[in-house]
C-alpha cells in the first residue's frame, strides 16, 4: 500500500461532461476500514490530520448492508462533516457496474437530492453523509413519512431522462467496467477515475426497454457458472428449491409477461430498503442512498420492491407487507408528483397497483438470482442460501396469479 501525506498532489486528469473526482491508488481491507481509511482521510480531508491529528478521527461502523461495508468518520471539532467510506462487498464488480454508480451519484448530488462524490479508492468510494436517520421498517407507515418517500421516488422516476445517464448500461461482459474507465493519476500511479464517457448500444438494444432483464441474466449467468463448477454449493441450493437452468427459465416467461404490459421506463433506484433512505425531520427532506442497482426499469418495479422490503431483513416474514389500502394511499401520494412526458396515457392508482403486483415477483427473481452469488463470495454473515430459496419460494407463489393475470389482460386487448 503506497504511503500519501496531507501534502500528496492530486492530478484528477479530464474527465468528459462532469466534475473531476480524485482517485487514491488505495486497497482498504474491509476487515480493518479504520486503519485502511486513514489514506483516504488524508486526501479527502487533509485538515483532519494536519491540525487535530489521526487520533482525534472518529469513526461509526454502519453493518446493515448486504453487499458492502461502510464506516462513517468525522472529528469533534464539526460532527456535521460526516465522511462515508464504503468498501465494495468482495468480488461485487463482476455484477455491479461501479463507473455507473458514481456518476449517478453525481447526477443525483447535482439535483440536490444526493451525496457528493469525494474521491474513489480501488475497491470503494469516499462520499458526504447525507444528514438525517435511515428508516426502519416501521418508518415506511409513518404517516409523516411515507408520503415523503412516495414523492420523492416519483421525483426521481421524473427528473433523470435517459439522454442524461447514457453510460448507463448492462455490461455484455462479466468484466468490471473499472477496466475501462478513465484514468487519473494520484502521486503518479494509474487508476480508473469512474468517470463518465458515453456508452451507445453496439447491438441495436432498445433504449426504451427495462435494462433489468440483461442486468438479471449476467448476474444469473454468474450463479449458472458457480452451480456447474461447484457440486457442494449446488447441493446446498437444491435443498432450498434451487436447480441449474430454473431461473434461466424463469426469467425468460417473466420478460414475456411484463414486456407485454406497456409499464412506463424510468430512471429506477431498485434497492429501496429502509436503510437506503435517509430522512431529514427538521427539513422534512427524504434521501435515497446507495444507487450501486439504480438503472433504467419499470418504474412500477422499484415500488414494488419497496413494499416488499416491509418485510425486514434479519427475519423476513411477507405477511408484513402493505395490504390493498394502505398501497393505494401511497400510489396516490407517488403519481401527485410524477411527471412522465413520454407516457401520454391517463395512470390511475388501479392501473398502477396492478403494474405493481405485475413487478413484485421481478423483485423477488432478481434478488434471488443475487443471493446465489453472495452466498458463494460474500464475506457479510448472512444466510444467503436460506435467502434464495425463501425468494424463489415467494416467486412461486406468485407466478401463477400473474399468468391467469396477464391472460386475461390480453384476452381483453384482443
Not at 58 to 68: A, E, H
Not at 317 to 337: G, M, Q
Request: charged fraction near 25%.
Amino acid at each position: 500500500m503506497p504511503t500519501l501525506t496531507s501534502s500528496t498532489t492530486v492530478n484528477n486528469g479530464d474527465v468528459v461532461g462532469m466534475s473531476k473526482v480524485p482517485c487514491i491508488p488505495v486497497r482498504i481491507d474491509e476487515q480493518s476500514i479504520p486503519t485502511g481509511a486513514k489514506e483516504v482521510l488524508r486526501i479527502v480531508r487533509p485538515q483532519w490530520t494536519s491540525i487535530n491529528g489521526e487520533s482525534n478521527i472518529k469513526s461509526k461502523v454502519f453493518t446493515d448492508g448486504l453487499s458492502n461495508k461502510l464506516v462513517g468518520f468525522f472529528v469533534d471539532e464539526n460532527k456535521e462533516d460526516v465522511v462515508i467510506v464504503k468498501v465494495f462487498g468482495t468480488n461485487t464488480d463482476v455484477m455491479i457496474d461501479r463507473k455507473a454508480e458514481i456518476e449517478t451519484m453525481r447526477l443525483l448530488h447535482e439535483r440536490k437530492c444526493g451525496a457528493e462524490v469525494y474521491a474513489t479508492f480501488d475497491n470503494g468510494i469516499c462520499y458526504q453523509y447525507m444528514n438525517g436517520v435511515t428508516l426502519e421498517v416501521d418508518d415506511c407507515q409513518d404517516p409523516e413519512i411515507f408520503p415523503l418517500v412516495a414523492a420523492e421516488m416519483a421525483k426521481m422516476h421524473s427528473d433523470i431522462g435517459k439522454g442524461q445517464h447514457q453510460n448507463l448500461k448492462v455490461s455484455q461482459s462479466n468484466k468490471s467496467h473499472l477496466e475501462n474507465a478513465h484514468l487519473v493519476s494520484v502521486n503518479g500511479t494509474k487508476c480508473a477515475s469512474n468517470g463518465v464517457e458515453k456508452n451507445h448500444s453496439q447491438n441495436g438494444e432498445d433504449q426504451n426497454k427495462s435494462q433489468i432483464w440483461n442486468k438479471l441474466r449476467q448476474i444469473n449467468k454468474l450463479g449458472e457458472e458457480i452451480l456447474m463448477s461447484d457440486p457442494e454449493f449446488r447441493k446446498k441450493l437444491e435443498n432450498v428449491g434451487v436447480v441449474p437452468g430454473w431461473a434461466s427459465d424463469a426469467i425468460n416467461e417473466l420478460e414475456s409477461i411484463l414486456e407485454s404490459q406497456d409499464m412506463p421506463v424510468t430512471f429506477c433506484h431498485n434497492d429501496l430498503i429502509p436503510r437506503n433512505i435517509v430522512y431529514d425531520e427538521d427539513k422534512e427532506k427524504i434521501t435515497f442512498i446507495d444507487v450501486e442497482y439504480a438503472m433504467y426499469n419499470y418504474a412500477a418495479f422499484d415500488v414494488a420492491n419497496h413494499f416488499l422490503e416491509f418485510a425486514g431483513i434479519d427475519q423476513i416474514d411477507y405477511s408484513k407487507c402493505p395490504n390493498v389500502a394502505f398501497r393505494h394511499e401511497w400510489i396516490k401520494e407517488y403519481l401527485k408528483n410524477l411527471k412522465l412526458e413520454h407516457y401520454a396515457e391517463e395512470i390511475t392508482v388501479e392501473k398502477y397497483d396492478l403494474w405493481v403486483q405485475f413487478c413484485t415477483p421481478a423483485s423477488h427473481l432478481f434478488w434471488g438470482v443475487w443471493g446465489i452469488y453472495q452466498a458463494k463470495h460474500s464475506t457479510i454473515d448472512f444466510d444467503y442460501i436460506g435467502y434464495v430459496g425463501l425468494r424463489f419460494s415467494e416467486y412461486r407463489k406468485l407466478i401463477d396469479n400473474l399468468r391467469n393475470l396477464s391472460s386475461i389482460r390480453d384476452d381483453k386487448s384482443a
